[in-house]
């Protein structure tokens, strides 16, 4: 509980930090609405339904880059100016890109790093196991992009104009949808194969007996004598 404490403190320090002189003030206001609603229900269900260390390290990183993107917006973190001035030149020019790829990274890293949470939902929830405990996180993430792409297209019916466009990000690109849905599940598909590999050397799943440690009702009985 201390460290989560930390970790929230940090986070509501940065999402402040953040709101100083953003470049659209409205965009960071609809980017923080997803991270207020996130903190809600991960504090409403600590106790219920809680989380391994390892999972809340996870949603913590994503969070902090979302608000480094709420500050920027998605479509103008200076990443190239960063990386230019360590090393003389663009990161872009390393690979002949000519987009601001943030955005496609954190759609990668929303599988990525949220499929572990996810998959220990899913062990608690409905006692996966098996292929179907990794499977499910990956169906669930390529779910959940697909909501958050329709949500960025009713932001532009809703609000449409600069603000639409900066929440959706697309910049020029008509397939960004489909591009962004299939890292989400590209990256939940590696975090998975991962998890899967580190459990099969391991000879166990750490992260259901981490679970059922900690929490009564998932303990396995007893094998029959």
């Not at 229900?41 to 996870?58: D, K």
């Not at 499929?115 to 062990?123: H, K, N, S």
């Not at 499977?135 to 390529?142: E, F, G, H, K, N």
């Not at 104009?161 to 990256?187: I, N, R, V």
């Amino acid at each position: 509980m201390r460290l989560r404490l930390v970790l929230l403190a940090i986070l509501l320090v940065l999402c402040i930090v953040s709101g100083i002189a953003p470049i659209s003030r409205s965009d960071w206001i609809l980017e923080n609405v997803l991270v207020v609603l996130t903190i809600g229900i991960l504090w409403w269900s600590r106790r219920w339904l809680p989380l391994t260390t390892a999972s809340v390290w996870l949603l913590f990183v994503f969070l902090v880059l979302h608000e480094i993107g709420s500050h920027y917006t998605y479509a103008k973190v200076p990443y190239d100016d960063w990386f230019e001035s360590l090393t003389g030149r663009t990161f872009n020019s390393l690979f002949g890109w000519e987009r601001n790829h943030y955005d496609r990274l954190i759609h990668f890293l929303f599988g990525f790093l949220l499929a572990v949470p996810i998959r220990e939902l899913f062990l608690r929830l409905v006692r996966a196991r098996g292929f179907t405990s990794y499977w499910l996180p990956v169906q669930m993430t390529m779910s959940w992009s697909a909501v958050y792409e329709v949500v960025e297209w009713l932001s532009i019916l809703v609000f449409g104009g600069d603000l639409g466009a900066a929440f959706l990000g697309t910049q020029g690109d008509e397939l960004d949808p489909y591009k962004d849905m299939a890292l989400a599940g590209a990256g939940a598909v590696l975090s998975m194969a991962i998890v899967a590999i580190l459990n099969k050397l391991k000879d166990t799943d750490l992260q259901r007996d981490w679970l059922e440690h900690h929490v009564p009702s998932l303990k396995r009985p007893p094998a029959a004598s």
